[in-house]
């Protein structure tokens, strides 16, 4: 079993829609918690950290369950620009820092 | 303030030959990653570095070595490239988590060919 699995996708939208992203653990040590998005061959960007208590960045939403070691994502009211790659991080340990394969996303006019 | 910098951005290599790939960052960040991406696929960790002196291994690590003799550099060497070894690779750095999680860093990537 990988240590950081996602969904693959692609997930197709229309713009305005609401979709939500997970990303499993199996490491139940991990310490922190990211989501990156990644643009057609350019680097990794920060979109948000992840906190337990969920927190939340405009139209994006982070939610962070330790008992079944997942994280989540969620994008209301889509824009076109949102178009992209979302990639979970965990920090399992000992600064070990692992990414999942990552969640493709197109959103549609 | 540049960030976290990587040379050379592209680079070909014939089958067998050596090269290093060198990241440098500018934070004064503790934490300094190495990573590599194939087509369609996540980032995978090669190698990484908790401090100055120190590296550990990564998920692939096979085929790649790494140093860290100065907080601000952490290099990234070849020493018999493979075709299999033809990718993009990213370094990343990151501070010292201190009461909140502390993000990483990326470069602008590497594209690395070997023929």
């Known amino acids: 079993r990988k240590e950081v699995e996602q969904d693959p996708g692609p997930f197709n939208v229309p713009e305005g829609a609401t979709v939500a992203f997970n990303c499993t653990y199996s490491n139940s040590a991990s310490q922190s918690f990211f989501w990156y998005r990644q643009d057609c061959r350019k680097e990794p960007k920060l979109l948000m950290s992840v906190y337990s208590s969920g927190n939340e960045d405009g139209r994006f939403t982070a939610q962070l369950n330790r008992a079944s070691q997942y994280i989540s994502l969620l994008i209301r009211d889509s824009k076109l620009s949102d178009s992209a790659t979302y990639l979970c991080?965990?920090?399992?340990?000992?600064?070990?820092?692992?990414f999942g394969a990552g969640t493709r996303l197109t959103v549609k006019p | 303030n540049a960030g976290v910098t990587q040379t050379p951005k592209f680079r070909v290599l014939k089958t067998g030959q050596s090269m290093t790939l060198l990241c440098a960052q500018d934070m004064n960040h503790e934490y300094m990653y190495w990573y590599r991406q194939d087509p369609g696929m996540g980032l995978r960790l090669i190698h990484y570095s908790v401090g100055e002196g120190t590296t550990a291994k990564g998920e692939v690590p096979d085929g790649y070595n790494v140093s860290r003799l100065k907080k601000q550099n952490f290099l990234l060497g070849l020493e018999s490239a493979a075709p299999s070894q033809t990718s993009v690779y990213f370094c990343?750095?990151?501070?010292?988590?201190?009461?909140?999680?502390?993000?990483?860093?990326f470069g602008n990537g590497t594209r690395l060919t070997v023929t």
């Open positions: 990343a750095s990151r501070a010292q988590d201190r009461g909140r999680n502390s993000p990483l860093h």
């Open positions: 991080v965990v920090n399992r340990g000992n600064n070990d820092m692992r």
